[in-house]
């Protein structure tokens, strides 16, 4: 019973470790950006590698404010759209594919992951969690031959009939297989991995083409407009016409 009692303690003790001592612990890691919310949405606390992502001097100037106020355009919807999900329904979100534009004028891929704080009620009092970039973690040339050039060729052709079932196949490789080797090397499921590079491939041509947004969705693969505008919003939480109005007026000058 004593050493119950004293598990218990030590429990609670825990629960009142000072938030800013993760903040710290974070601060170590560039390739996160970490974060708490109150129930309003607004920062509470933050590390540095989210500071500068958004291109803020210090962590204290995310301080009391939302992502709305500190991420460019409307990239601040998504997050903030999120957060409300996550205060209302006190669901969690887990590694949600999204593309994040740091400055200045760097998109990054990232999953994010929010959980709920609850108060000693289980009354959602906040949002804790963290956006971690989606990196490669070998060279495609340290790949299976067939699953590298299945994937070179999807790049390149963006094919409008891919599914993780195709691309399996395509690979010489089962789904089951083929789902693990691209979780080690993008870490992301098949289905995260033909989202993100067709979006991908998307916003460049809306920057960097006139092409109209229904010809870069067929170019890219998307059955027609709006499962692309769907698709692109759910990635960005812009639409495509809003992000190539912002950003080909904000990016800078080739010329330059």
């Known amino acids: 019973m004593r050493t119950s009692s004293g598990n218990r303690k030590q429990v609670s003790d825990f629960n009142r470790v000072d938030i800013h001592v993760l903040e710290r612990l974070f601060d170590h890691v560039q390739e996160i950006a970490f974060f708490i919310k109150d129930r309003e949405g607004r920062y509470l606390a933050v590390n540095q590698s989210l500071a500068t992502r958004h291109g803020l001097k210090s962590k204290s100037q995310a301080l009391g404010k939302r992502p709305t106020d500190i991420c460019p355009g409307e990239f601040g919807c998504l997050p903030a759209e999120q957060d409300e999900e996550v205060l209302s329904t006190g669901r969690s979100i887990i590694d949600h594919l999204e593309m994040q534009w740091h400055l200045p004028h760097q998109p990054v891929w990232c999953l994010t992951t929010k959980l709920p704080l609850l108060d000693e009620r289980n009354q959602v009092i906040g949002v804790i969690g963290f956006s971690r970039d989606v990196r490669v973690s070998l060279d495609l040339s340290e790949l299976p031959e067939d699953f590298a050039k299945t994937l070179e060729d999807f790049e390149r052709r963006l094919h409008a009939h891919a599914t993780p079932s ?86 800078p000058s080739s010329s330059e």
Do not use: N
């Not at 698709?231 to 016409?241: D, I, K, L, Q």
């Open 166 to 251: 195709w691309l399996a196949q395509a690979s010489k490789l089962s789904l089951q297989r083929f789902a693990r080797l691209m979780k080690r090397v993008f870490d992301l499921t098949p289905s995260q991995y033909i989202t993100k590079t067709r979006v991908a491939a998307a916003s460049r041509l809306l920057l960097e083409s006139d092409d109209s947004v229904s010809d870069i969705a067929q170019a890219c693969g998307f059955y027609d407009h709006s499962a692309f505008s769907r698709a692109f919003r759910m990635a960005t939480g812009t639409t495509p016409t809003e992000f190539r109005a912002r950003w080909q007026i904000d990016r």
